[in-house]
């Protein structure tokens, strides 16, 4: 069974107007995904700091001549990151790092125009209502948010860092999952469903995981933006134990959720062990629930692939390839689980 049918099941009625829609939404979502992975690559290649201005509009267009490019690398050239880390780059290597924050933010134009051109056309047509209009205004706002905490975000790293701050870094991860997950979730609950026996019972639970996998994006932002990833690099021990010494640290102790490595790696292997069992004990309790249980059963053995692709981007030092599929498993995780909970939700009314 493929998660399309578990979710299908056991009926989908939808109107002509509503599936245009749906297809608008998933599409978005999309191209949310692939902004986020544009991002990852990133943030891993040491990107992000390579255009020190934001224009909206202007900034579409890159360097288009030599002396366009020697502007940029000039630009570059006053930022800490560059004295500090990549003094010797050539115009050549700055180039490379360039383009991929350039790529990330053409993604994010388009995206804006991909969502709001037809959103208003649908919300003068009256299709946006209720329950679907509350969602889509929901992933409006957000995506009007995102940008610039982007900027924020880059703005941290421009005059005393060398990277931008992780706490700002998760943060505009996990608006860019929200929007993800919020339009994945309105456009399963355009499907209409009949009532299943036992339903209800799981939709507190379906909504938990995804409240779960949403928080554990957030914490491997934070160990991304730290480079937790490249310490402690043995499973299942951190340093020889179970609990490593260090935890909690910093003072205040609070500060040691987002600033101390060593706390950090340890969240985010903890809450890796929660989201696995979780799923698992939705997929046993679930097994005699039809389409419910297909659901579940896929997500578990998701969060476990995705612990999988964990431990081996820990035990080989993060490499980019393996660290990227990481990355882009852990929200293709949370899309399952947004889907698994909108479409729970409609079975139980």
């Known amino acids: 069974m493929t998660f399309q049918d578990a979710l299908a099941k056991?009926?989908?009625?939808v109107a002509a107007s509503d599936g245009r829609?749906?297809?608008?939404?998933l599409l978005t979502a999309a191209l949310v995904f692939a902004m986020v992975m544009v991002g990852g690559a990133t943030r891993l290649?040491?990107?992000?700091?390579?255009?020190?201005?934001?224009k909206p509009v202007t900034g579409v267009v890159p360097p288009l001549n030599i002396a366009d490019w020697q502007a940029e690398f000039a630009r570059y050239k006053e930022?800490?990151?560059f004295a500090k880390m990549n003094a010797d780059m050539t115009l050549e290597g700055f180039k490379t790092i360039y383009w991929w924050e350039w790529s990330h933010r053409l993604l994010a134009r388009v995206l804006g125009v991909v969502f709001v051109l037809p959103a208003l056309a649908f919300w003068v047509t009256g299709r946006l209502r209720g329950a679907l209009g509350a969602r889509i205004a929901l992933a409006t706002a957000l995506l009007a948010l995102e940008p610039i905490v982007g900027w924020w975000?880059?703005?941290?790293g421009l005059s005393e860092r060398t990277e931008v701050a992780q706490d700002r870094l998760a943060l505009h991860l996990l608006i860019a999952a929200a929007v993800f997950a919020t339009l994945?979730?309105?456009a399963v609950g355009m499907t209409e469903r009949m009532t299943r026996p036992g339903a209800r019972r799981f939709v507190t639970a379906a909504h938990v995981f995804a409240g779960l996998v949403f928080v554990q994006l957030g914490l491997g932002a934070l160990v991304a933006g730290l480079r937790a990833g490249l310490i402690y690099n043995t499973w299942p021990l951190m340093d020889g134990r179970w609990i490593p010494t260090g935890l909690f640290a910093l003072q205040p102790a609070i500060r040691s959720a987002s600033d101390d490595v060593t706390t950090v790696q340890f969240d985010h292997r903890a809450i890796a062990?929660?989201?696995?069992?979780f799923a698992l004990a939705q997929a046993f309790a679930a097994r005699r629930l039809g389409g419910l249980s297909g659901r579940a059963k896929i997500l578990a053995g998701a969060a476990l692939l995705q612990a999988a692709l964990g431990i081996l981007t820990l035990v080989w030092v993060a490499p980019l390839p393996v660290a990227l599929l990481h990355q882009a498993f852990a929200l293709i995780l949370f899309g399952l689980a947004a889907a698994h909970a909108s479409a729970t939700r409609q079975e139980a009314t």
């Open 10 to 13: 056991p009926r989908a009625v």
């Open 184 to 186: 994945i979730y309105a």
């Open 153 to 156: 975000m880059v703005a941290s």
């Open 79 to 81: 930022i800490p990151q």
């Open 21 to 25: 829609v749906r297809a608008w939404a």
């Open 45 to 54: 290649t040491e990107s992000g700091l390579s255009i020190t201005q934001w």
């Open 273 to 277: 062990y929660v989201v696995v069992a």
